[in-house]
């Protein structure tokens, strides 16, 4: 078992950037894939980027890559995601998730999640 808290969501002008936290508990925590989607009001839950167990390996959606960074801190508990040059079509709600072992973009094989941090971005 694993919960997950989101942080460091806000609202921000286009070109900005933010930093996205997502704490983790238990100590099997180095155990779990770790993901990022995003759900904009109308839409399906989205892929945005994944990291496996040891960090050694990172997968981005086209729409986010060359500006957001994936990172874990396995001692600390914590997902990282450092979003930059962020555009209006970046808002949405953006969600932490684990699953164990393998990394995945489907989010419905996800097993954990958090409640989620609002971004929201002005022109």
């Known amino acids: 078992q694993v919960q997950l808290v989101e942080s460091g969501g806000g609202s921000v002008q286009a070109g900005g950037s933010l930093r996205l936290s997502c704490a983790a508990s238990g100590r099997t925590f180095s155990s779990y894939a770790m993901g990022w989607f995003r759900q904009a009001p109308g839409k399906e839950r989205e892929f945005v980027s994944s990291?496996?167990?040891?960090?050694?390996?990172?997968y981005y959606a086209d729409s986010v890559k060359g500006r957001f960074t994936i990172s874990r801190d396995n001692a600390k508990n914590t997902v990282y995601l450092q979003i930059n040059s962020l555009k209006v079509g970046d808002t949405a709600v953006y969600y932490c998730?684990?699953?164990?072992?393998?990394?995945?973009?489907?989010?419905?094989?996800?097993?954990?999640w958090g409640q989620g941090t609002q971004v929201t971005v002005s022109s």
């Open positions: 990291i496996t167990r040891s960090g050694g390996s990172t």
């Open positions: 998730a684990a699953r164990p072992l393998v990394v995945a973009r489907d989010p419905s094989v996800y097993n954990y």
